[in-house]
């Protein structure tokens, strides 16, 4: 089967098309004819060695795909031809894929496969964020930054599912308006959002999203409101920014590390419950990943360096499969 392999650590043009053996399903595991794959940040730094879970070369790159179930193995609770999407964190850049079943969710018909190709990670890291590790509540207030990129534009769609108050942070006006069409309750630019955002709520925001990080994360403490969390989902700003934690002490504000990933490594059976609770918004649309452009697998080079160059607004998707 021909699928996107990292044989050096030397960034995403080195990438190639390769023939590779296909897999074989396990118990409790299936074989995915992959239509989509979503393409994320880990995938920009794995091709670099930059990424903290490391796969030893040559690897198939590829972390999140949908598609059809094409073989089931021992005890699967899956069936041949079942719409599915999966997130394996290693291997999804190929034309099969084998998964865990607790890493595999059943797709609703209403959903098409390019989309689901792109929900698995951010929005479940999203819902992760803001539902399980923050406890948010309808009413309450999120600041998104990185609003327009894939993870921010889903914490975007799942904050409006969760019946928040979404402040989106944008770089441009094409990302402006890019949020606007997902219905962000207000949007602002990163060139001064503490202050627009302290005139849009001048208690502060209850929560703050961030996979920024840089030199925003100091004024993101600023704008929480009393008893706020700032959300630290990673730093795609390149900085790994410091705090002095007296700031944390003068408005009793937290800030919470969120690793979705390490989550559901110490608990299986965390993807099928976030499932669960998002399943009525995925097929109602409501959770529908904006598609920034679609590239065949052949130019998954190209698609990856769409990433590095941060001009990304919703999800890069590869096309596996004849749609």
């Given at each position: 089967m021909k699928a996107i392999r990292v044989t050096a650590l030397?960034?995403?043009?080195?990438?190639?098309?390769?023939?590779?053996?296909?897999?074989?399903?396990?118990?409790?595991?299936?074989?995915?004819?992959?239509?989509?794959?979503?393409?994320?940040?880990?995938e920009l730094l794995q091709t670099r060695g930059l990424y903290q879970t490391k796969h030893e070369l040559?690897?198939?790159?590829?972390?999140?795909?949908?598609?059809?179930?094409?073989?089931?193995?021992?005890?699967?609770?899956?069936?041949?031809?079942?719409?599915?999407?999966?997130?394996?964190?290693?291997?999804?850049?190929?034309?099969?894929?084998v998964a865990d079943d607790a890493s595999t969710m059943a797709l609703p018909d209403t959903v098409g496969l390019a989309?689901?190709?792109?929900?698995?990670?951010?929005v479940l890291t999203a819902d992760f964020a803001l539902r399980v590790r923050a406890g948010a509540r309808p009413g309450q207030s999120v600041l998104v930054h990185g609003a327009a990129g894939g993870l921010g534009s889903a914490a975007v769609q799942v904050g409006l599912a969760m019946g928040l108050e979404v402040v989106a942070v944008v770089s441009t006006e094409a990302k402006a308006e890019a949020v606007q069409g997902l219905g962000a309750t207000h949007v602002v630019r990163a060139d001064g959002f503490k202050d627009a955002a302290k005139e849009i709520c001048p208690r502060g925001v209850d929560y703050?999203?961030?996979p920024v990080g840089g030199d925003r994360f100091t004024d993101s403490t600023r704008v929480l409101a009393p008893f706020g969390r700032l959300l630290v989902l990673g730093f795609t700003a390149g900085e790994i920014p410091s705090i002095k934690?007296?700031?944390?002490?003068?408005?009793?504000?937290?800030?919470?590390?969120?690793?979705?990933?390490?989550?559901?490594?110490?608990?299986?059976?965390?993807?099928?419950?976030?499932?669960?609770?998002?399943?009525?918004?995925?097929?109602?649309?409501?959770?529908?990943?904006?598609?920034?452009?679609?590239?065949?697998?052949?130019?998954?080079?190209?698609?990856?360096?769409?990433?590095?160059?941060?001009?990304?607004?919703?999800?890069?998707?590869?096309?596996?499969?004849?749609?």
């Amino acid at each position: 089967m021909k699928a996107i392999r990292v044989t050096a650590l030397t960034g995403p043009d080195d990438v190639e098309l390769a023939e590779v053996e296909r897999p074989s399903p396990g118990p409790e595991q299936v074989l995915i004819e992959v239509a989509c794959a979503g393409v994320t940040f880990p995938e920009l730094l794995q091709t670099r060695g930059l990424y903290q879970t490391k796969h030893e070369l040559p690897f198939v790159l590829g972390s999140e795909a949908s598609g059809i179930v094409a073989e089931a193995g021992p005890g699967s609770r899956f069936s041949v031809g079942d719409r599915v999407a999966a997130i394996t964190g290693v291997g999804t850049f190929a034309e099969y894929l084998v998964a865990d079943d607790a890493s595999t969710m059943a797709l609703p018909d209403t959903v098409g496969l390019a989309q689901s190709a792109g929900i698995p990670m951010n929005v479940l890291t999203a819902d992760f964020a803001l539902r399980v590790r923050a406890g948010a509540r309808p009413g309450q207030s999120v600041l998104v930054h990185g609003a327009a990129g894939g993870l921010g534009s889903a914490a975007v769609q799942v904050g409006l599912a969760m019946g928040l108050e979404v402040v989106a942070v944008v770089s441009t006006e094409a990302k402006a308006e890019a949020v606007q069409g997902l219905g962000a309750t207000h949007v602002v630019r990163a060139d001064g959002f503490k202050d627009a955002a302290k005139e849009i709520c001048p208690r502060g925001v209850d929560y703050v999203f961030d996979p920024v990080g840089g030199d925003r994360f100091t004024d993101s403490t600023r704008v929480l409101a009393p008893f706020g969390r700032l959300l630290v989902l990673g730093f795609t700003a390149g900085e790994i920014p410091s705090i002095k934690v007296n700031r944390l002490l003068l408005k009793n504000i937290s800030v919470d590390g969120v690793a979705w990933g390490a989550a559901t490594l110490g608990d299986p059976t965390l993807i099928a419950r976030q499932w669960e609770a998002l399943r009525e918004h995925v097929a109602a649309g409501r959770l529908s990943p904006l598609i920034h452009a679609r590239y065949p697998l052949a130019e998954a080079a190209s698609a990856i360096r769409e990433l590095d160059d941060r001009s990304v607004m919703g999800k890069v998707v590869l096309d596996v499969a004849d749609q």
